[in-house]
């Protein structure tokens, strides 16, 4: 993917430098053109386009935006209720991410949404033991972090 990025910067600077023009349309038009070229060429690259991951990274931030509020306000909510109803508890998740940096994003996702904190890390780096404030069913948890974060966490770096 860097190999691409590279290439594309190159062949930007390099367009720039044939129109003798140092301007912002210039680079993007620049740009698009080693786009353009990349993805013509992209059976050559060993990797797979780089736009595809860009794209998916940008969903991923995306995800972790909309997370974060929604578990905002889902802890405010039970908050500011005169009587709290709440079950915290620990709840053991096993994990289908097989990388040390897939774990760690997903740890720290895990750790950035309110309401929920990663304890620990099994030696065999399959399960996670994460403390929820409030956990009504832990299946229905654990799948929700499977079907977002996680699905999202290796569509980024596989």
């Known amino acids: 993917m860097s190999r691409q990025i590279i290439l ?18 210039s680079f993007f038009v620049g740009y698009t053109l080693g ?21 998916a990274t940008l ?7 909309i997370e974060l509020f929604r578990s905002s306000f889902e802890v405010i909510s039970h908050i500011v209720k005169p009587k709290l109803d709440i079950s ?17 994003l997903l740890f720290l996702f895990i750790s950035l949404t309110p309401g929920t904190m990663p304890l620990e890390i099994s030696r065999n780096k399959r399960t996670i033991y994460i403390h929820a404030f409030h956990i009504p069913d832990e299946g229905k948890i ?7 974060f996680e699905k999202a966490i290796m569509e980024v770096t596989r």
């Open 8 to 25: 594309n910067l190159l062949i930007t600077f390099l367009w720039m430098m044939l129109n003798h023009s140092w301007s912002g349309a």
């Open 35 to 55: 786009l353009l070229i990349i993805f013509a060429f992209r059976r050559f690259f060993p990797e797979p386009f780089y736009l595809k991951k860009l794209w």
């Open 59 to 65: 969903k991923l931030i995306k995800l972790l935006i």
């Open 142 to 148: 654990a799948e929700g972090i499977k079907n977002t």
């Open 88 to 104: 915290p508890g620990i709840f053991k998740y096993e994990t289908d991410l097989r990388s040390e940096f897939e774990i760690m």
